[in-house]
């Protein structure tokens, strides 16, 4: 399989325990190249734009508000096959129901905040990438 890219957001929980060091370093441990990375803290437009998916779900306001908390760590990768080996390295979405090993096991605390964010397709991937990075941004 050829290259694909996705995007990593370690979001404010994670930051906060000081555990985005660890979880980038598994994603390199992992395979994957680092095309992009920056720390940022999203305002309330910015988190919202980027959950809009979510938007009529109950948990929306929550994870607004979670996603603006503090600093995210957000991060460009690509690897082959990447969508699919970056969900699997980082677990279910509920830390509860994820695989042992897995970031979100090892570093989550529940379903809101559950350590890092994953894009569900490669398409996905790309239009998430685009929220935080320009195409120059990337090498
Ligand atoms: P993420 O991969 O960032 O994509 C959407 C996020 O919504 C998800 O991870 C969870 O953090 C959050 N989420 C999903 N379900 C729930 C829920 N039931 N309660 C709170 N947050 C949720």
């Known amino acids: 399989m050829s290259a694909q890219r996705t995007l990593c957001i370690v979001k404010p929980d994670a930051v906060e325990k000081k555990k985005q060091g660890a979880i980038i370093q598994r994603l390199l441990d992992e395979g ?37 908390r503090g600093p995210v760590v957000a991060a460009a990768l690509e690897r082959d096959n990447a969508v699919q080996h970056y969900r699997d390295v980082i677990g279910a979405t509920d830390p509860a129901k994820a695989k042992e090993g897995t970031i979100r096991k090892l570093y989550g605390t529940d379903v809101g905040e559950n350590a890092v964010h994953g894009s569900d397709s490669q398409e996905n991937g790309l239009i998430e990438i685009s929220f935080f990075f320009a195409g120059c941004d990337l090498a």
């Open 32 to 68: 994957f190249s680092i095309l992009g990375m920056r720390q940022v803290r999203l305002s309330r437009p910015q988190a919202e734009a980027f959950y809009a998916v979510h938007k009529e779900r109950p948990f929306f306001d929550e994870l607004c508000t979670f996603m603006t």
